[in-house]
């Protein structure tokens, strides 16, 4: 069976950490700013986990 190519798409906005765990950037951070709170700007900029039901996808997409 031929290996699983990776999705170059996922692999640029999801990354593997050393112990498995499976991150990502927040949305909501790209552009109008000016009205968010710096506390919320400062807390969007932040990677979070990728949700447990996602999961399961998107180490599918990215061949692990």
């Given at each position: 069976?031929?290996?699983?190519?990776?999705?170059?798409?996922?692999?640029?906005?999801?990354?593997?950490?050393?112990?498995?765990?499976?991150?990502?950037?927040?949305?909501?951070?790209?552009?109008?700013?000016?009205?968010?709170?710096?506390?919320?700007?400062?807390?969007l900029a932040r990677?979070?986990?990728?949700?447990?039901?996602?999961?399961?996808?998107?180490?599918?997409?990215?061949?692990?």
């Amino acid at each position: 069976m031929p290996k699983q190519k990776t999705d170059r798409g996922a692999a640029k906005r999801f990354k593997v950490t050393g112990t498995g765990r499976l991150r990502r950037r927040q949305a909501m951070r790209s552009h109008l700013l000016e009205k968010k709170p710096a506390k919320r700007t400062r807390r969007l900029a932040r990677e979070v986990d990728v949700a447990p039901g996602d999961a399961r996808s998107v180490k599918r997409l990215l061949g692990i």
